[in-house]
């Protein structure tokens, strides 16, 4: 194999990529892991323009991007899909066998196969699904985090470069809050109390006050920080090899579907979708924590409201979604001003392969497009159930 070497002008998809939107410690971290030798998931491709390679029996070919593109693509994919699929799979059916494993040892936690309703001690509930929830999201996190290998300062954000990108992500949160409850809110059918809860899969009404205190808190500020570091570390991270709004679309759309659950994946779509991008324009992956916070401070308090039982829970509920309309409209002023003089902006990745054919070799990667599939039909059996 011989190169013919006809020209100077080098193609460098590393030192190519934008990475003046993020600081300077995170992106020395950033491009270390993308060089690091035999990296199977780092996009990592050089060519000279006018470097043609001669193969026995192929003649002259030339190296294609294209094709190294779609070869790691398919590695975070694939990776991604498993860390899916642990989800899915833990929620779906080992959540269910260790309940029934407790039930069996003599614990006073129960479950029905046919509805996968959870009942029995207050205690024993709440404590299990606690747990349950935390190894759901724990387990698909560790298995990115030791498959990936990304460093630490790169796989989570942690310097708040822009606070005011911060604020506007939060009243991004308030609007985004408010609009998604509308639907739950003015139904006859869905409350928001469902939707909240809907995860328990029980009537949380049975609960004595601490146990609903403690959930309340662990669904509000727990789930947050560790969903995040999922969603926003790792695999995000090596999704923006490809561009920062690729990697916020697939981050959004797999939370959502993971959700599997109808009513609540437009909402938790769009608020991923805004964590992301605050997240970027701030520099850190509290921005994204933060912006869940709210979000489930929204939902819950909006599921007390409509506990009251009097006729005017309606005009208490429509001044409480008002108010927040009014404070996230006010932030968004204040970030628009601030934007004025800051420019703040995405990283951005100028591909031979279009946004779309990379979305497209996406869905058909397994098993993250099998993942997808089943957690599509899982929502659609809730819904019809």
Same mark, same amino acid.
């Given at each position: ?8 002008? +080098? ?10 939107? %993020? ?41 294609? @991007?294209?094709?190294?593109? !779609? ?46 309703? +959870? ?27 030791? !498959? ?57 009404? $049975? ?24 969603? @926003?570390?790792? /695999?995000?991270? /090596?999704?923006? %090899? ?17 959700? %599997? ?8 779509? $769009?608020?991923?979708?805004?964590? @992301? ?52 409209? $006010? ?43 089943? @957690?599509? $039909?899982?929502?659609?059996?809730? /819904?019809?159930?």
């Amino acid at each position: 194999m011989d190169n013919i070497v006809k020209g100077k002008k +080098i193609i460098n998809v590393i030192d190519e990529f934008d990475y003046t939107t %993020q600081d300077e410690t995170y992106n020395e971290n950033f491009r270390s892991w993308r060089k690091r030798k035999g990296n199977k998931y780092s996009f990592d491709f050089q060519k000279n323009e006018r470097e043609r390679v001669y193969i026995d029996g192929r003649g002259f070919v030339e190296n294609s @991007c294209e094709y190294a593109e !779609k070869k790691v693509l398919s590695q975070i994919f694939h990776t991604l899909g498993y860390a899916a699929l642990m989800w899915l799979v833990f929620d779906t059916l080992i959540a269910d066998m260790l309940i029934y494993f407790l039930d069996f040892l003599g614990l006073d936690i129960h479950i029905s196969f046919a509805n996968s309703v +959870i009942y029995g001690g207050s205690n024993e509930v709440a404590v299990t699904l606690i747990l349950m929830d935390t190894i759901k999201i724990l387990l698909p996190m560790l298995y990115l985090h030791f !498959k990936l290998k990304i460093p630490h300062k790169a796989e989570i954000m942690g310097n708040m470069n822009n606070p005011s990108a911060l604020v506007g992500a939060i009243a991004a949160a308030f609007i985004a809050s408010a609009v998604a409850s509308i639907p739950s809110a003015y139904s006859s059918e869905t409350s928001e109390a469902i939707t909240f809860f809907g995860a328990a899969n029980m009537d949380v009404s $049975i609960w004595n006050q601490f146990e609903f205190i403690a959930y309340s808190l662990f669904n509000v500020l727990v789930i947050p920080i560790i969903s995040q570091l999922l969603f @926003c570390g790792a /695999a995000f991270t /090596a999704l923006r %090899q490809f561009g920062d709004a690729f990697a916020m679309l697939i981050t959004s759309l797999t939370a959502a579907a993971l959700t %599997q659950d109808f009513r609540v994946m437009p909402a938790v779509f $769009i608020i991923t979708l805004v964590g @992301c991008c605050g997240m970027l324009t701030s520099g850190s992956v509290f921005t994204a924590i933060a912006v869940n916070i709210v979000f489930r401070m929204y939902q819950m308090t909006l599921a007390l409201i409509e506990t009251d039982s009097s006729s005017n829970m309606p005009m208490i509920r429509n001044l409480f979604m008002a108010v927040i309309v009014v404070i996230g409209a $006010i932030g968004l002023l204040y970030f628009r001003w601030y934007m004025k003089n800051n420019k703040l902006r995405l990283a951005r990745y100028n591909s031979e392969l279009s946004f779309g054919k990379r979305l497209l070799h996406a869905s058909k990667t397994f098993p993250f497009s099998a993942v997808i599939i089943l @957690c599509i $039909i899982c929502a659609a059996m809730e /819904a019809f159930t």
